[in-house]
């Protein structure tokens, strides 16, 4: 069974293949259950701190609290939103079971991620040897990027465990021609795709890569064995394909804003910008969603990018990357091919057609592999420091993990931190709301609001009714105008002396809708998410309260003068 893996001892390990005394294979045993202990530990802090909904959140939750498990699988998302069926039943089966707030939403993304580190520990004890495994696991665990989408109610963190499990079925049955064997790990992959859109690359890489490990030594057996696995991963990943991918509507939008910000190859790319576009690929990935980089305000302040390149230690970790693809590719060409090249090799081709977009939490699904890499460049580099430093040789995989350790225990002691950006204040200001509204008070939505309301309404059971303003950019020339045609709208807060506006400080788009589509609107700081309402009604009387944040703002005016 799938459940049960000998974390100890799993056989033809790198374990296995070295000599160590009992007494450091129990330092390293401890060491690593110490690591993945840690790593709950942030999960579950986080996750019982309980922050509010992100906006990427809302989009999702708005489908899983309103729709039923049949609606979910029709494909059609709330605001263009796409995630696998088994992810959405699974998440839908959850609010069903505790709930539709916060904690109930992000307990299928907690549940993967602390699953991942247990799971990614006979994988690490499969690839590397004791040090490396260490590197390994500790990475995974302490990353602050992994760490934050363990408790987000989006599917990344359920599409890394789907990568780690591809990985785990190949260490146990790659090597075995049973007929049992070949179809468990054929349904187990076949399954798989059904919670993971990723998870193709990683199974698609494994089979082409052995495939043609099998052509080269012209083991025509055991490629004939292997297309029975092949054969039900293509099949489950056609049938998905059909059912619910293929429906989806075309997001030209889409492509559009992750083209902008280096998604996607440019366009008639040279041999210098493509380079160029996958040293930068490279870097960030090593930022973001690895976070071993050392990213810290002074660094980041620094003016010179030869500096600053040099004191995120970033060749150390270049280095290390380079290195593990090297060992592997000397010392074992089916490793190196089928779960090193062809995932990556794969996912930049959809990247070049345009199909997957290489981009931030996008690459979440890919990280486990440079951790093995990296982490047996360490042990490699490692190995060659002369053994007379004695311990002091452990300060190389320290300074590896240092930054992670930093972040993570930081974001620890100030939530806030947490997400690095990505936090927002949504519940707090709605229950403020609450709090504060009175009867025959006037309450404004702005249109970028919306979604924001209709979660916490039905999640909160928030008792006041609200006025919903329309999104009338569209139809409008430019700030005055859009004034002029909001006026009929707001009739009923002339004189007033409690009218509150409610709206986002950060959003100034639609789903769906093309950067600077309304140039007047986006161009212009003061105009742009509801702020050149806000200063409207300041204009005609007076704020006497307000709950300001960085992405949503509450105030109540006075009109009555």
Known sequence: MLTYFKAFSPAKTEYNRISSTPNSLHTTTILLWTVIGIGIFFRLFHYFDNRSLWIDELYLSSSLIRMNFFELAGGQLDYQQKAPLGFLWLAKLSVVLFGKKEMALRLIPLLSGIASLFVFLPVARFFL???????AV????LAPVLVYYSVEIKQYSTEMFATVLCLYLYTRYYNRQDLKSLILWGVWGALILWFSFSAIFILAGIAVGLS?????KKDWNKLFCSLIPFSLWLLSFGFSFYLFISSQPKAGWLVEWFRKRGGFLPHDASLGDIISWLFQSVYTFMEYPLGILWSAHQIKSIENPVLEFFLKLTPLVLLCWILGYAAYFRKDKRHFLMILLFPFLLTLLAVMLEKYPFFNRLRVFLAPIPILLIAHGCQQLFSLLPTKLGRLRYVLPLVLLLWP??????????PDLFGDGNKSDYREGFLYLQEHVQEGDLVYLYWNTAHIYDYYQTAYNLNFDVVQLPDLRSKSEGATDYLNQLTPLLAEAEGNKRVWLVYDNYLDMQIG?????YPWYKGVEDVKSGRLLHREFATKGKEIDSFHKIDIVISLFDLSR
């Open 138 to 141: 500790s990475i995974l665990a």
């Open 405 to 414: 350790i930093y972040r993570s225990t930081l974001q620890v002691i100030k």
């Open 129 to 135: 040897k004791p040090l490396g495994a260490a590197v």
């Open 513 to 517: 809708e093309y950067e600077n589509q």
């Open 212 to 216: 043609l490990h099998y052509l080269l």
